[in-house]
């Protein structure tokens, strides 16, 4: 089975600031996925990142990246520059695979909400 | 813009009473999920599914119940809910085939309410 651990409940940054949230997962798979996906009040999660379990390459969109430590099985979300629009629930999660085939079946984490002050 | 739909934003209903929610998505994707987001527990899988009349269940289908009659729609169903049923419930789509990461694209999420 998989694991996901979010140990921040919340976190605090000053705009224009970097910040980490923490992820650590659990797995006997081999070949897995890792997301972020970013959940403002309104409801809807929104898909910011993801990293295969054998992308040698952290993976980077805009001002997220993704901080993937395999032998520690650690999956740490890196904002640089934050902005006060990147207030929201954060969450990761787990696919049983990587490379597309997914097909959705995530295990999520319990989510850090994160509050950007000006 | 790719759209996933859910029928309800808030409803309420009262214990014993039998509940549809409703999600439509417009990416002709062939699979379609059910999570339920509680505070402190993340999201948990439902129900999902793979293909129009297929359905597997997740890891916590109990008091559910899933329908998918066409591509585009999959309902869940709860046949007498109960007040432990209360949650904010999220659909989502995806599409092995056109997605290199497998993502998932969801719902605005439909709050319900059992008194």
């Known amino acids: 089975a998989q694991k996901i651990t979010q140990t921040q409940p919340g976190m605090f940054v000053q705009e224009k600031e970097a910040v980490t949230l923490d992820c650590t997962y659990d797995?006997?798979?081999?070949?897995?996925?890792l997301f972020w996906y970013k959940q403002p009040s309104s409801g809807e999660m929104i898909f910011l990142i993801y990293?295969?379990?054998?992308?040698?390459q952290n993976a980077t969109e805009g001002r997220y990246s993704l901080n993937f430590q395999k032998a520690r099985k650690s999956a740490n979300l890196v904002i640089s520059a934050s902005q006060l629009g990147d207030s929201a629930m954060y969450f990761c999660?787990?696919?049983?695979?990587?490379?597309?085939?997914?097909?959705?079946?995530?295990?999520f984490g319990q989510g850090t909400i994160l509050t950007v002050h000006p | 813009d790719v759209k996933v739909t859910q029928s309800s934003r808030y409803l309420v209903k009262r214990t014993g009473e039998k509940v549809f929610l409703e999600c439509v998505q417009d990416m002709d994707h062939e699979n379609m999920f059910w999570y339920r987001q509680d505070p402190g527990l993340g999201l948990r899988l439902i129900y999902f599914s793979y293909d129009v009349k297929m359905k597997e269940k997740g890891d916590i289908p109990e008091g559910y119940s899933v329908s998918r009659e066409k591509k585009e729609r999959f309902s869940l169903i709860l046949e007498s809910a109960s007040t432990n049923q209360t949650s904010m419930y999220l659909c989502a789509s995806s599409s092995p085939g056109d997605s290199r990461t497998g993502e998932l694209f969801f719902g605005e999420g439909s709050r319900l309410t059992v008194l």
């Open positions: 999660a787990m696919s049983p695979n990587a490379g597309g085939t997914s097909y959705g079946k995530l295990t």
């Open positions: 990293q295969g379990s054998y992308d040698e």
């Open positions: 797995t006997s798979d081999q070949s897995y996925g």
